[in-house]
């Protein structure tokens, strides 16, 4: 129990000195006539909120799960994720890896696990590099 809540302090020194640095919140006391502090904490919504959607953006950039079926002729990759199956559009700028080696499409097989890092092309996302592992 004790090194539970050693932990949870941990976490919460974390996220303090995160939160200051990062600008989330500010720190500020005041003292009125009588010689009494006071303290006061401001968290900054919108900084906060800003950070939140560009962790989201950049953790919309990678997709990682197992293939489940390749369509070489329309350039997609079926892969199965935690959130459910995505169709992967490649092209011919897509890059692919199986650990140091530099493959093609074709090498890929069903049931090798995916690293997709996605950019966008004319507002549509098409998969950049491909890294894959195999058992």
């Not at 050693?6 to 995160?18: E, K, N, Q, Y």
């Not at 919108?46 to 350039?75: F, P, Q, Y």
Request: glycine share 10%.
């Amino acid at each position: 129990m004790l090194r539970f809540l050693g932990v949870i302090l941990l976490l919460v020194l974390v996220l303090a000195g995160v939160g200051l640095w990062r600008g989330w919140f500010s720190l500020s006391s005041t003292t009125n006539e009588s010689g009494k502090k006071s303290y006061t904490i401001e968290v900054d919504e919108d900084k906060l909120g800003e950070d939140v959607d560009r962790v989201k953006d950049k953790l919309a950039k990678v997709t990682s799960g197992a293939i489940e079926k390749i369509d070489a002729a329309a350039n997609t990759i079926t892969v199965k994720t935690e959130a459910g199956d995505v169709e992967v559009p490649v092209d011919e700028s897509t890059s692919f890896k199986l650990g140091d080696d530099v493959i093609k499409l074709g090498d890929l097989k069903p049931g090798d696990r995916l690293r997709i890092d996605w950019r966008e092309v004319d507002g549509k996302k098409i998969a950049g590099t491909i890294t894959a592992e195999r058992d």
